[in-house]
T-cell receptor, first 114, second 112 residues
Framework: GEEVAQTPKHLVRGEGQKAKLYCAPIKGHSYVFWYQQVLKNEFKFLIS????????ETGMPKERFSAKCLPNSPCSLEIQATKLEDSAVYFCASSQEAGRQPQHFGDGTRLSIL | GENVEQHPSTLSVQEGDSAVIKCTYSDSASNYFPWYKQELGKRPQLIID?????GEKKDQRIAVTLNKTAKHFSLHITETQPEDSAVYFC???????????FGAGTRLAVHP
């Protein structure tokens, strides 16, 4: 498609439950990025993919967060055993190539942990 | 570590005035600097970007300048309109990877 598509728009989970978010990048884009935006608006980089390969995972909390980009499927970000501090908007972005290329963002998934 | 500082955090102007937002980056290998506009509850939208081999870029009422020596870049909006009201984020692309390092954002309010 012409836009990055994220689902669901809003996800509510009880503390300790699992949360799974999905992202379909723009068609033809090779790179996918996940960012977390917390209440103070700050963006935190989580992970990036080049096609189905992890490119940079330096921002990922190792213990509970995982992500995948499989061929012919939306990319996913999964959080096990959610905590209150995981409440945030999770944005996915995609870009055509590496280097100095624009990253286009999806509408985000608002994750609320109760 | 890499970081981007953005000032001011809030900016209030009258319609028709100019607005300037400034950012400073720490990674001297950064080579790409986008600016995003984010309205409440919406996605960040790319409004302009500049690459390190260029000092200035303009698109209608929006311009960005880059000073590589000082590691500064700035967003200039002229003839502001109420619909320019939003949070603006600067970012720099990390030299080693593709991730963007974002500033903390500037909340711009344009009053009619």
């Amino acid at each position: 498609g012409e836009e990055v598509a994220q689902t669901p728009k809003h996800l509510v989970r009880g503390e300790g439950q699992k949360a799974k978010l999905y992202c379909a990048p723009i068609k033809g884009h090779s790179y996918v990025f996940w960012y977390q935006q917390v209440l103070k608006n700050e963006f935190k980089f989580l992970i990036s993919f080049q096609n189905e390969n992890v490119f940079d995972e330096t921002g990922m909390p190792k213990e509970r967060f995982s992500a995948k980009c499989l061929p012919n499927s939306p990319c996913s970000l999964e959080i096990q055993a959610t905590k209150l501090e995981d409440s945030a908007v999770y944005f996915c972005a995609s870009s055509q190539e590496a280097g100095r290329q624009p990253q286009h963002f999806g509408d985000g998934t608002r994750l609320s942990i109760l | 570590g890499e970081n981007v500082e953005q000032h001011p955090s809030t900016l209030s102007v009258q319609e028709g005035d100019s607005a300037v937002i400034k950012c400073t980056y720490s990674d001297s290998a950064s080579n790409y600097f986008p600016w995003y506009k984010q309205e409440l509850g919406k996605r960040p939208q790319l409004i302009i970007d500049i690459r390190s081999n260029v000092g200035e870029k303009k698109d209608q009422r929006i311009a960005v300048t880059l000073n590589k020596t000082a590691k500064h870049f700035s967003l200039h909006i002229t003839e502001t309109q109420p619909e320019d009201s939003a949070v603006y984020f600067c970012a720099s692309r990390s030299g080693g990877y593709n991730k963007l390092i974002f500033g903390a954002g500037t909340r711009l309010a344009v009053h009619p």
